[in-house]
Nanobody, 117 residues
Framework: QVQLVESGGGLVQPGGSLRLSCAAS????????MNWVRQAPGKGLEWVSA????????YYADSVKGRFTISRDNAKNTLYLQMNSLKPEDTAVYYC??????????WGQGTQVTVSS
């Protein structure tokens, strides 16, 4: 069955960096677009970034553009999100999501990112 397992979250000071990973299994990872979506405390889901199946095209929300970098290693079935210059407003649970037919059909369990001094 499809599994998406995020890791790499934690507590970081403003201006710091974190790298999230999402290990995928149960499907042909290299043929699907993948996304990162986050949910801040008391708020709704916010799309963060997307990457096409081959990794050659990437897309970002304006709120993270220039600070976050999405990437993937199809040989390792792993999705990444490099987050730099973190701000308190980046505090959220971060989810990786598999995209199929313009919907997110599978989600990971999420990893908590807290940006605080």
């Amino acid at each position: 069955q499809v599994q998406l397992v995020e890791s790499g979250g934690g507590l970081v000071q403003p201006g710091g960096s974190l790298r999230l990973s999402c290990a995928a299994s149960g499907f042909t990872f290299s043929t699907y677009w993948m996304n990162w979506v986050r949910q801040a405390p008391g708020k709704g889901l916010e799309w963060v970034s997307a990457i096409n199946s081959g990794g050659g095209s990437t897309y970002y929300a304006d709120s993270v553009k220039g600070r976050f970098t999405i990437s993937r290693d199809n040989a390792k079935n792993t999705l990444y999100l490099q987050m730099n210059s973190l701000k308190p407003e980046d505090t959220a649970v971060y989810y990786c999501a598999k995209e199929s037919l313009a919907t997110y059909d599978y989600w990971g369990q999420g990893t908590q990112v807290t940006v605080s001094s």
